[in-house]
């Protein structure tokens, strides 16, 4: 009989931890507690009372948190927790998630959370779109009269002032009547945009003519070659260069 596999159980990245320590344990138990946890790197959060105070992070806990007993955050803390991590390499993301999650008073400077996005402009467009798709279904034909009403005498330059290009001149106009799906691997990270069937592309809420403008709002406003940028999957589900199409 086949062996059965055995799940391989993922390590913890909080390897080792005190909680609710009050401040005077430096000057009686200094040694004990620097057996502990000398040479370990992680977080720690100082407590006055029951309230956080401060969030840091330390390559060197038995020398940093009795340095706030003499520094500036001197007499604002009695207790604190501190966090052993397995790794350093994240250590400093942790501290800045904590840091937007907590607020803590005694932190002057927050953090940013680099590589991440600000998902908020592409929330605000789809409750926009949401939004419109409501009131076409709730007041579709008004919404229809009003804008054949506005749009009857200047149709032409209406679609020139927003940028739309005439449909018969987009360039991927014909390769996919149905729609499709592209990828672009960009600084590490996979990025995904639909082909719609009027051949023009739509990324983050947002329709782009041409490859080009698509892979340009990738690279934030960078010059790119769409064309070479976006792949696609062929009926292998191999990702192809939308460049093939052209040949």
Excluded at 63 to 88: A, M
Excluded at 189 to 206: C, D, L, N, P, T
Excluded at 220 to 234: E, L, P, Q
Aim: charge should be positive.
């Amino acid at each position: 009989m086949p062996k059965k596999k055995t799940k391989r159980k993922s390590r913890s990245i909080i390897i080792g931890h005190l909680e609710r320590i009050s401040s005077k344990v430096f000057d009686q138990y200094r040694k004990q507690i620097t057996d502990i946890i000398k040479g370990n790197y992680g977080v720690y959060a100082l407590y006055r009372r029951d309230k956080l105070y401060y969030i840091g992070l330390a390559t060197d806990f038995h020398r940093r948190i009795p340095q706030h007993l003499k520094d500036r955050h001197k007499g604002r803390w009695n207790y604190f927790s501190l966090y052993i991590i397995r790794k350093s390499d994240h250590i400093r993301e942790i501290e800045t998630l904590l840091l937007c999650i907590a607020n803590p008073s005694g932190n002057v400077q927050k953090g940013k959370l680099k590589g991440s996005r600000n998902l908020g402009p592409k929330l605000k467009r789809l409750m926009t779109e949401d939004f419109k798709k409501f009131m076409e279904v709730t007041f579709g034909d008004t919404i229809k009269k009003t804008s054949i009403k506005k749009g009857a005498t200047s149709k032409s330059k209406s679609r020139s002032a927003s940028g739309i290009m005439p449909k018969e001149k987009r360039p991927l106009l014909g390769y996919f009547p149905k729609g499709k799906m592209i990828y672009a691997n960009y600084k590490g990270q996979q990025f995904k945009a639909w082909i719609s069937y009027h051949a023009r592309i739509r990324f983050e809420g947002r329709y782009y003519d041409t490859p080009s403008a698509a892979g340009a709002a990738v690279r934030n406003g960078k010059s790119t070659d769409g064309w070479h940028f976006w792949k696609y999957k062929d009926k292998n589900g191999e990702l192809q260069k939308l460049s093939t199409l052209r040949k």
